[in-house]
Structure formats: C-alpha cells, structure tokens
C-alpha cells in the first residue's frame, strides 16, 4: 500500500515539476518578445526624431532642394519624411508664409525580421517655422 502510495505521489511532483518548467520557460520566452518590441518603439521614437531634424536641416540649408516626400532605410525600419511647405499670400497670415509641415512615419519594414506579434509604426508631425 505504502509503495503504491509513493509511486503516484512521486510521478505527481514530477509532472508538477515539468508543468512549473514549461511555465517559467514560457514566461522567459513572452518577456523576452515584450523587451524586444520596447527596444523597437524607442529605436523608432528616436529614428522619428533624427529624421525629423535631418528635414528641418535640410529646409534651412536649401528649401528648394528637399523632396517633398522621400524614404530612408534603416533596416528593420522604413522612415518616410513628407514635407509641405505653406506659401500663403493672405496678408492678415503673411507670417505664416514659409512655414513647413514635416510628417515622419516610422515602421517596422519587415516583420518577419523581428520576433513581433504586432508591427510598429509611429509617426511624428512638427510644424517648423522659417
């Protein structure tokens, strides 16, 4: 009776045991997905952000020179930087003559490249002054 007794409790904590290893490995594996998509968003936020002050860059160096709408990429990353430029003649808004709009959008370019569930896409606006 008492070695019947030993054995079914010996292969219950074995298997308990087993599911506890694949709980914490399961959870090692999800955390790990979730730290990658954190690094990703701020690599894009600040991808956002360089190019955003590489356009504003590029309006003070030479306004007629810029695109109005160009891609960079920086791999796993697509930035596409659209530019539109207010030329009003209104004189109650002459002062907002020159000003330029500046879009960035930041995605993720192939998601296959990453472990992400989901893909990334931020995107940025700044309205930039002459």
Same mark, same amino acid.
């Given at each position: 009776?008492?070695?019947?007794? #030993?054995?079914?409790?010996?292969?219950?904590?074995?298997?308990?045991?087993?599911?506890?290893?694949?709980?914490?490995?399961?959870?090692?594996?999800?955390?790990?997905?979730?730290? #990658?998509?954190?690094?990703?968003?701020?690599?894009?936020? +600040?991808?956002?952000? #360089?190019?955003?002050?590489?356009? @504003?860059?590029? +309006?003070?160096?030479? *306004?007629? #020179?810029? *695109?109005?709408?160009?891609?960079?990429?920086?791999?796993?990353?697509?930035?596409?930087?659209?530019?539109?430029?207010?030329?009003?003649?209104?004189?109650?808004?002459?002062e907002l003559?020159?000003?330029? +709009?500046?879009?960035v959008? @930041?995605?993720?370019?192939?998601?296959?490249?990453?472990? +992400?569930?989901? *893909?990334i896409?931020?995107?940025?606006?700044? @309205?930039?002054r002459?």
């Amino acid at each position: 009776m008492r070695r019947g007794f #030993s054995l079914i409790t010996g292969i219950f904590m074995i298997v308990a045991i087993g599911a506890l290893g694949i709980a914490v490995l399961n959870l090692a594996a999800t955390s790990e997905i979730q730290k #990658s998509e954190a690094f990703l968003r701020v690599q894009a936020e +600040l991808l956002a952000r #360089s190019a955003t002050e590489h356009a @504003v860059y590029l +309006l003070q160096l030479n *306004p007629t #020179s810029v *695109p109005d709408i160009y891609e960079i990429r920086a791999d796993p990353f697509t930035i596409t930087v659209t530019r539109k430029v207010i030329a009003n003649t209104d004189p109650d808004f002459a002062e907002l003559a020159g000003t330029a +709009l500046i879009d960035v959008v @930041v995605e993720v370019r192939d998601i296959t490249m990453t472990d +992400l569930e989901m *893909p990334i896409r931020y995107a940025r606006r700044t @309205v930039q002054r002459p």
